[in-house]
């Protein structure tokens, strides 16, 4: 079946409407409507191929929130009407220790991404969410709460579970300091979900002006980062930092403000290596270095119910697809606060 799509046909062409080939509906898979999906900036790494692992044509988007369509005789999850979600993956080997245990981002096989992947029924490349509708196994879709603003949860598909996942699996609670750094559509879902834990969250920036900003999506503290003055005072107070920032800088003085026993989450992936950090202060006070990938399907649907129940969604800026392009220049300026999202029933195919 034939669907329409915004298309990257090479690395130096512009995203474009078109339309790509959609596999037969499977025992296990769920069709669904897109509604809307969110723009990552993994999606412009990918349709520039400046990972160097781009196929093409491509359909980018991994942050999907649409209606179910139609589902496989199989399906027993979800019916036709759902309000539903699509992450950054879509398969799984579903056999190795980590899908085992629910940690399908680790699969040991590697999960098979949204988009860019190969799909295991046609074995030619699995279309993501900038398109008129996406065909995904059971297994990776996810509830939708109905009392949210739909076009504002797309981001949380990635954005938002990827910060969450760090938060939950090391125990953020209520009373713990939790730092952030950097304030894009990673670093404001983290604060926005690590205040809602109950944490005290510290915000560093290397924009003075970010901090009303900080302080309204739930931060307590800002610190200018560029402010030797600022960060002597945030010395070792912070039991977990969310290191967001996906360019290489220097860690030691993050490090400088974590407690005895306190960890550096790395959830930003920059192009190039970060500087090395000093051994020192690390072996001195157990400090730690860390990183996390995405997040499961799981947390992915507890991320969402929580949500739900706190009322909490992405701060975006809607577009239609015609404005995919620009949506991409601003987002190298970072002229966004904090996400895109493209609009499906604004898009002219």
């Not at 996406?134 to 910060?163: H, I, Q, R």
């Not at 020192?280 to 799981?298: E, K």
Request: proline share 4%; hydrophobic share 40%.
């Amino acid at each position: 079946m034939k669907i329409n799509a915004l298309v990257a046909q090479h690395a130096d062409q512009p995203i474009k409407a078109g339309t790509v080939s959609q596999r037969d509906l499977q025992a296990a898979d769920v069709s669904i409507d897109i509604l809307y999906c969110g723009v990552c900036h993994s999606d412009l790494h990918m349709a520039r191929n400046e990972w160097g692992v781009s196929q093409y044509p491509m359909v980018p988007g991994h942050e999907i929130v649409g209606r179910v369509k139609a589902v496989g005789a199989e399906v027993t999850r979800f019916a036709p009407g759902d309000l539903v979600g699509v992450g950054v993956m879509v398969d799984s080997c579903q056999t190795c220790h980590f899908c085992q245990q629910q940690e399908e981002q680790y699969c040991e096989a590697g999960f098979t991404a949204t988009y860019n992947g190969t799909d295991k029924y046609t074995g030619g490349t699995t279309w993501g969410g900038y398109a008129q509708s996406v065909m995904v196994d059971e297994k990776f879709v996810v509830s939708v709460p109905e009392n949210l603003a739909v076009e504002a949860v797309a981001p949380l598909l990635c954005a938002g579970v990827t910060v969450w996942s760090p938060l939950r699996y090391f125990d953020v609670k209520p009373g713990d300091r939790v730092g952030v750094i950097g304030l894009g559509g990673l670093g404001h879902m983290a604060v926005k979900l690590a205040s809602a834990l109950g944490a005290e969250v510290t915000l560093f920036t290397t924009s003075p002006q970010k901090g009303e900003d900080a302080r309204r999506l739930g931060a307590t503290h800002v610190v200018v980062s560029r402010d030797a003055e600022q960060m002597a005072a945030a010395k070792t107070s912070l039991d977990v930092i969310l290191d967001c920032v996906a360019v290489p800088h220097d860690l030691n003085p993050y490090l400088a403000t974590l407690k005895t026993n306190g960890k550096l989450v790395l959830v930003g992936i920059p192009d190039a290596p970060h500087p090395a950090a000093d051994v020192t202060p690390m072996v001195f006070r157990r400090l730690s270095i860390t990183g996390t990938s995405i997040g499961s399907i799981r947390e992915t649907q507890e991320m969402l119910d929580f949500c739900g129940q706190h009322n909490i969604t992405a701060d975006i800026e809607l577009i239609a697809g015609e404005e995919i392009e620009t949506a991409f220049a601003r987002m190298l300026r970072s002229d966004v606060k904090y996400r895109f999202v493209i609009d499906m029933q604004r898009t002219r195919w």
